[in-house]
C-alpha cells in the first residue's frame, strides 16, 4: 500500500507542474503535441515530415526526448528548427518537470507548434501528462496488430493514433483492419490515421488533422 501512496504523490506533483506547462502553452498560443511509441515506429521521421510539410508556414519547435544521444536532435535540427534534447540517462519517460525545465531554450511566442517526441515506450508515458494539448501514439505495421490490447492506457489516453509505415504491410504479418479494431475497443473516441514517411502516403492528412486541431 505504501507503494501506491507513494505512487500518488510522484504522479500529484507531476500534474501540478503539467497544469503550469499547459497554462504557459496556451497562454503564448502554442499547441503542443507529445507523441509517444515504443522504439522503432518512426517517431522521429514523422516530425520530419510534419516539418517538411509545413515547410516554415507554421513555427515549429521540438523537444526530444531519449535515453541516451541527441542523434535525434541533431536529425530534427538539420531542419533548422528549434529543438532541446532532454537524456533522461535511463528514464523511461519525460516527466512535466523535465518540460518545464528545457522551455527556457525555446521562445514560445515564436513558435505556433510543439512537437514532443517522448522516450520510447509504451508503459511509463501513458501515466504523465506533460501539459500537451494532444497526446498522439504511434505504432508501426511491424509490430503487428495486437499492441492497443497489451498496452491499454496509452491508447485510452490518446486522442490519434498514428499507424506508420504503411508500405510495409505486403511483407509483415499485421492485420490492419484488426489493429484498427482492437485500438477502438480500448477507446472508440480514437482518430486513426495511416501514414509511410518512405512513400509519403497520409502525411497530408496527417498534418492537415494536426493543422485543424490548432
Known sequence: MEIIKIERKVLAKNDAIASEN??????????TV???SSPGSGKTSLVERIIQHFGGRLNISVIEGDVQTDLDAQRVGAYNVPVVQIITNGGCHLEANLVKDSLSALDLVKTDLLIIENVGNLVCPAGYDLGEDMKMVVISVTEGDDKPLKYPKMFMNSKVLVINKVDLLPYVNCNIAGLKENALKVNPDLVILETSCTSGAGINELCDFIEKSI
Open 34 to 36: 507529445n507523441m509517444v
Open 22 to 31: 499547459r497554462k504557459l502553452f496556451t497562454d503564448s498560443g502554442v499547441f
